[in-house]
C-alpha cells in the first residue's frame, strides 16, 4: 500500500475509505500508461460516485493552462498555514509577486483538516500529460487540490467551510504579495516598482495620542466590509494630511500603506489629460490601495474655476481673456467637479476598500468643497516636532531610550518650531562613534536655542513695527483732526 494510503488507515472511518481510494488512484497513476489511465479514472470516479465521500476537487490552472486557479492558490496559501511537520516532501516556491518561500505539500501527500467537528481531507495530486505542442516535448504537470468528506458535511462544505478557507487563504495571499508603488504617466497608463518603504508608525514621530487615533480609524476601517455594506456606502475613506513641509506627509502614507498592506497609487494630477481620463485612471486601480495627490493645492488651478460665476465666464470670453473657463476649452485638463466626481461619484464606488489621500502644506487655499467631511473624512495635522515625537526619532536614529540631556532638549521643543525632517538630519550619526549621540543631541540642542534667539527677535522687531505703525496713524489721526478744526474754526 501506498504511504499516503498507510497514513489515512489511522485516521477512523474517513481515514480508512480515503485510503482505499488514494491507494487505487496511485495504482492507476503508477502503473498505466496515459490513455489507458484517464479511461479507467473516469470508470473509477464514476463508481465512486456511488461511495459515502464526495470528493471536490481544484485544478492549478483554468481553461487552457492559461491562466493560474486564484482559487488554488488561495486553498495552497491556507493549507500552507496549517502545520507541515507531518510531512515527508513539500514543494518549495516563491509565493507570486512575492519574496517570501511558501512550503506546501507535494503531490500524493495529504492532510487532514478540522473544521466545527468535521475531518476533511485534503489530498494533493499531481499528472503528467504529454505536451503535444509543436514548439515543445516536454510533459505538463497537471497539479490538484482535493478535498474529500463525508457526505454527511455537504452542506456545511459548500456553504461555510470553503468560504472560510479561500478568506483565510486570499487573506495569506495579500499578505505575503509585493506591494507596489504605481504612478501615472503620460497617456493615461499607470506605470509601477515594487514599494519597499521602511517607514512604519512605530518610526513615526508624533503625538502617541494622535497617531493612535489614526490607527484605530485604519483598523476600523480594514474591518469595515459589513458595516459600510449595512449603511450603504461605497467601502472607501478620505484622509487630507496637512501642515508644513518636511512634517512626515509622505512618510505617513507610506506607513499607511505599509500598516494596511496596500499598494500605493501616486496620482499626478497635471499630467492627466482631461476628467475622462481620470475616469479611466480610477478605474485601473485595484481595491486594497492608497490613491495620493500630493500638494493637491499646486496641482492645478481647481478652486479658480469652480468659483467663476457663469455670467462671468461669459464677459471674460467676450473680453478675450484667454483664462480657459468652459469645458470645452478644458477638455484636456481636470476640473474640480471632475475630480469630485473621482473621490465619491458613481465609477468611485466601482472598487472596494480604498483610501484616497490628499496632502497640502496650505489647507486653507483649498475649496471647502473638496475637503469636507464625507469626501476628506479624516484631516490630520502633521505639525513640527514635539518631545514625544524627538523620543522615537532618538530611538531610531542613536538606539537612545533615555539619556541626561534629554532634560534640557524637552522644554526647548515647547519654545520652538522644528520639523521632524530637521531633527531626523541632525540626529543622523557622523562619526560612528561612542561620542556619536552626545554630539548630535549637543548640536540640536544649539540649533534649537538658535532658533529661539531667532524666534525672540523677531517677535521683538514684529511688535517695535506695529507700535511704529500705531504711532504713525496716531499722528496722522491727529494732523487730520488738528486741520478739521482749523477749517471749523476759520468757517
Ligand atoms: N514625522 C516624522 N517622523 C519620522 N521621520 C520624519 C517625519 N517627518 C519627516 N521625517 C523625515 O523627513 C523626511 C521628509 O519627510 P516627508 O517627505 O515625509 O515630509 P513631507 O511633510 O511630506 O514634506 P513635503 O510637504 O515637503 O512633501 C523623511 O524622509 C523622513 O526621514
Same mark, same amino acid.
Given at each position: 500500500?501506498?504511504?499516503?494510503?498507510?497514513?489515512?488507515?489511522?485516521?477512523?472511518?474517513?481515514?480508512? $475509505?480515503?485510503?482505499?481510494?488514494?491507494?487505487?488512484?496511485? *495504482?492507476?497513476?503508477?502503473?498505466?500508461?496515459? %490513455?489507458?489511465?484517464?479511461?479507467?479514472?473516469?470508470?473509477?470516479?464514476?463508481?465512486?460516485?456511488?461511495?459515502?465521500?464526495?470528493?471536490? /476537487?481544484? @485544478?492549478?490552472?483554468?481553461?487552457?493552462?492559461?491562466?493560474?486557479?486564484?482559487?488554488?492558490?488561495?486553498?495552497?496559501?491556507?493549507?500552507?498555514?496549517?502545520?507541515?511537520?507531518?510531512?515527508?516532501?513539500?514543494?518549495?516556491?516563491?509565493?507570486?509577486? !512575492?519574496?517570501?518561500?511558501?512550503?506546501?505539500? =507535494?503531490?500524493?501527500?495529504?492532510?487532514?483538516d478540522e473544521f466545527r467537528g468535521a475531518k476533511l481531507c485534503w489530498v494533493a495530486t499531481k499528472t503528467l500529460r504529454e505536451n503535444k505542442s509543436s514548439y515543445s516535448s516536454s510533459a505538463d504537470v497537471k497539479r490538484a487540490l482535493t478535498l474529500v468528506f463525508h457526505q454527511r458535511y455537504r452542506d456545511m462544505v459548500t456553504e461555510v467551510y470553503l468560504n472560510h478557507v479561500m478568506e483565510k487563504g486570499m487573506a495569506i495571499l495579500t499578505r505575503n504579495r509585493q506591494?507596489?508603488?504605481?504612478?501615472?504617466?503620460?497617456?493615461?497608463?499607470? $506605470? @509601477?516598482?515594487? *514599494?519597499?518603504?521602511?517607514?512604519?508608525?512605530?518610526?513615526?514621530?508624533?503625538?502617541? !495620542?494622535?497617531?493612535?487615533?489614526?490607527?484605530? &480609524?485604519?483598523?476600523?476601517?480594514?474591518?469595515?466590509?459589513?458595516?459600510?455594506?449595512?449603511?450603504?456606502?461605497?467601502?472607501? %475613506?478620505?484622509?487630507?494630511?496637512?501642515?508644513?513641509?518636511? /512634517?512626515?506627509?509622505? /512618510?505617513?502614507?507610506?506607513?499607511?500603506?505599509?500598516?494596511? +498592506?496596500?499598494?500605493?497609487?501616486?496620482?499626478?494630477?497635471?499630467?492627466?489629460?482631461?476628467?475622462?481620463?481620470?475616469?479611466?485612471?480610477?478605474?485601473?486601480?485595484?481595491?486594497?490601495?492608497?490613491?495620493?495627490?500630493?500638494?493637491? &493645492?499646486? !496641482?492645478?488651478?481647481?478652486?479658480?474655476?469652480?468659483?467663476?460665476?457663469?455670467?462671468?465666464?461669459?464677459?471674460?470670453?467676450?473680453?478675450?481673456?484667454?483664462?480657459?473657463? /468652459?469645458?470645452?476649452?478644458? =477638455?484636456?485638463?481636470?476640473?474640480? $467637479?471632475?475630480?469630485?466626481?473621482?473621490? &465619491?461619484?458613481?465609477?468611485?464606488?466601482?472598487?472596494? #476598500?480604498?483610501?484616497?489621500?490628499?496632502?497640502?502644506?496650505?489647507?486653507?487655499? *483649498?475649496?471647502?468643497?473638496?475637503?469636507?467631511?464625507?469626501?476628506?473624512?479624516? @484631516?490630520? #495635522?502633521?505639525?513640527?516636532?514635539?518631545?514625544?515625537?524627538?523620543?522615537?526619532?532618538?530611538?531610531?536614529?542613536? +538606539?537612545? &531610550?533615555? @539619556?541626561? *540631556?534629554?532634560?534640557?532638549?524637552?522644554?526647548?521643543?515647547?519654545?520652538?518650531?522644528?520639523?521632524?525632517? =530637521?531633527?531626523?538630519?541632525m540626529l543622523m550619526p557622523k562619526a560612528n562613534d561612542e561620542d556619536d549621540a552626545e554630539i548630535c543631541l549637543k548640536d540640536l540642542i544649539r540649533a534649537l536655542e538658535k532658533r529661539k534667539a531667532d524666534a525672540r527677535l523677531k517677535a521683538e522687531e514684529d511688535a517695535r513695527e506695529k507700535s511704529l505703525t500705531k504711532e504713525g496713524e496716531a499722528k496722522q489721526n491727529e494732523s487730520s483732526s488738528n486741520g478739521a478744526n482749523e477749517e471749523d474754526k476759520s468757517n
Amino acid at each position: 500500500m501506498s504511504r499516503m494510503a498507510e497514513m489515512w488507515t489511522g485516521v477512523g472511518p474517513l481515514g480508512s $475509505s480515503i485510503a482505499s481510494i488514494m491507494f487505487i488512484y496511485t *495504482l492507476i497513476e503508477r502503473y498505466f500508461p496515459n %490513455r489507458l489511465r484517464s479511461y479507467i479514472l473516469n470508470y473509477v470516479n464514476r463508481i465512486l460516485a456511488f461511495t459515502t465521500n464526495i470528493r471536490i /476537487t481544484v @485544478h492549478e490552472y483554468t481553461g487552457d493552462h492559461l491562466q493560474r486557479n486564484v482559487a488554488y492558490s488561495a486553498i495552497e496559501a491556507y493549507l500552507s498555514s496549517k502545520s507541515t511537520k507531518d510531512f515527508k516532501r513539500l514543494t518549495a516556491q516563491l509565493g507570486r509577486n !512575492s519574496k517570501k518561500l511558501v512550503l506546501t505539500m =507535494d503531490a500524493d501527500e495529504s492532510m487532514i483538516d478540522e473544521f466545527r467537528g468535521a475531518k476533511l481531507c485534503w489530498v494533493a495530486t499531481k499528472t503528467l500529460r504529454e505536451n503535444k505542442s509543436s514548439y515543445s516535448s516536454s510533459a505538463d504537470v497537471k497539479r490538484a487540490l482535493t478535498l474529500v468528506f463525508h457526505q454527511r458535511y455537504r452542506d456545511m462544505v459548500t456553504e461555510v467551510y470553503l468560504n472560510h478557507v479561500m478568506e483565510k487563504g486570499m487573506a495569506i495571499l495579500t499578505r505575503n504579495r509585493q506591494r507596489k508603488l504605481y504612478t501615472n504617466c503620460r497617456y493615461g497608463y499607470w $506605470s @509601477h516598482v515594487v *514599494l519597499d518603504h521602511p517607514a512604519t508608525f512605530d518610526n513615526i514621530a508624533m503625538d502617541p !495620542s494622535k497617531k493612535k487615533e489614526i490607527i484605530e &480609524d485604519l483598523v476600523a476601517f480594514g474591518k469595515g466590509k459589513q458595516y459600510y455594506a449595512k449603511v450603504g456606502k461605497a467601502w472607501k %475613506r478620505g484622509y487630507l494630511l496637512y501642515g508644513p513641509p518636511g /512634517t512626515g506627509k509622505s /512618510t505617513m502614507i507610506a506607513a499607511i500603506a505599509n500598516f494596511m +498592506n496596500y499598494d500605493i497609487y501616486d496620482l499626478e494630477l497635471t499630467a492627466v489629460q482631461g476628467n475622462s481620463e481620470l475616469r479611466k485612471l480610477l478605474l485601473e486601480t485595484s481595491n486594497k490601495s492608497v490613491i495620493v495627490i500630493e500638494d493637491i &493645492d499646486c !496641482s492645478l488651478g481647481l478652486t479658480r474655476k469652480r468659483d467663476i460665476p457663469k455670467d462671468k465666464e461669459e464677459k471674460d470670453s467676450k473680453k478675450g481673456d484667454k483664462q480657459p473657463t /468652459t469645458d470645452q476649452n478644458v =477638455d484636456n485638463r481636470v476640473t474640480l $467637479s471632475g475630480l469630485l466626481n473621482f473621490i &465619491d461619484g458613481l465609477w468611485s464606488t466601482c472598487g472596494r #476598500e480604498r483610501l484616497i489621500v490628499f496632502t497640502t502644506n496650505y489647507k486653507e487655499k *483649498l475649496d471647502p468643497a473638496l475637503i469636507r467631511r464625507g469626501r476628506m473624512d479624516k @484631516h490630520i #495635522e502633521l505639525s513640527y516636532c514635539c518631545f514625544e515625537g524627538f523620543k522615537i526619532l532618538a530611538k531610531n536614529y542613536l +538606539n537612545l &531610550d533615555s @539619556h541626561h *540631556l534629554f532634560e534640557t532638549l524637552c522644554p526647548l521643543f515647547n519654545e520652538t518650531q522644528i520639523t521632524p525632517a =530637521d531633527v531626523a538630519e541632525m540626529l543622523m550619526p557622523k562619526a560612528n562613534d561612542e561620542d556619536d549621540a552626545e554630539i548630535c543631541l549637543k548640536d540640536l540642542i544649539r540649533a534649537l536655542e538658535k532658533r529661539k534667539a531667532d524666534a525672540r527677535l523677531k517677535a521683538e522687531e514684529d511688535a517695535r513695527e506695529k507700535s511704529l505703525t500705531k504711532e504713525g496713524e496716531a499722528k496722522q489721526n491727529e494732523s487730520s483732526s488738528n486741520g478739521a478744526n482749523e477749517e471749523d474754526k476759520s468757517n
